[in-house]
């Protein structure tokens, strides 16, 4: 089974981010050594007890990775930090937690992620959940003039 470590350098390696938010021991591991590998690359860290304190982010990241965060916050603080993340701080984000943290999977769903995988981390089980801005919405076959009442009208009015 994989490990939390190898599931967000797995991340790493297929955005190939320049910029990254972490937070969290494992997700700070995995973005530092990213970083040594590409210079280029920058790492904004954020506090695992206060990663609230650090918004606004100075501008857009590529990704966010955190661990070992949302068991040291309240679950509304939690909310807070991954929406944030999710809406103003980041494109993609990859949350790994475990079940003794008051986490679940409806409380992920609601906030747009996706259940990706489950992990061992030395017989702890944990589960990661992403966030990816590109395909969290995709498009309806629906929604174009075609299928409209007034077909003439897509695009001009807005109520």
């Known amino acids: 089974m ?4 190898q599931a967000l350098a797995r991340i790493v390696d297929t955005c190939q981010p320049r910029s990254l938010v972490v937070c969290g021991d494992i997700a700070n591991d995995v973005g530092q050594h990213w970083h040594q590998h590409h210079e280029s690359s920058s790492v904004i860290t954020l506090d695992a ?8 982010l100075p501008e857009t990241q590529d990704l966010a990775l955190i661990t070992h965060t949302l068991e040291a916050l309240d ?3 939690g909310e807070i930090l991954l929406g ?5 701080g980041t494109h993609q984000i990859a949350v790994v937690v475990g079940p003794e943290q008051g986490w679940n999977f409806k409380d ?5 992620f996706r259940r990706q995988a489950e992990l061992d981390d030395n017989g ?3 589960t990661l959940y992403t966030y990816n801005i590109d395909n969290y919405n995709h498009k309806r076959a629906w929604n174009n ?8 009208m897509w695009g001009k009015a807005w109520w």
Do not use: C, M, V
Not at 2 to 5: A, G, I, L, Q, R
């Open 124 to 126: 702890t089980e944990r």
């Open 145 to 152: 003039p075609k299928n409209w009442a007034n077909p003439e």
């Open 49 to 56: 007890y206060a990663p609230n304190s650090a918004f606004p």
């Open 84 to 88: 944030q993340l999710r809406n103003y």
């Open 2 to 5: 994989t490990t939390s470590h």
């Open 75 to 77: 679950h509304s603080d």
């Open 108 to 112: 992920f769903i609601g906030l747009g």
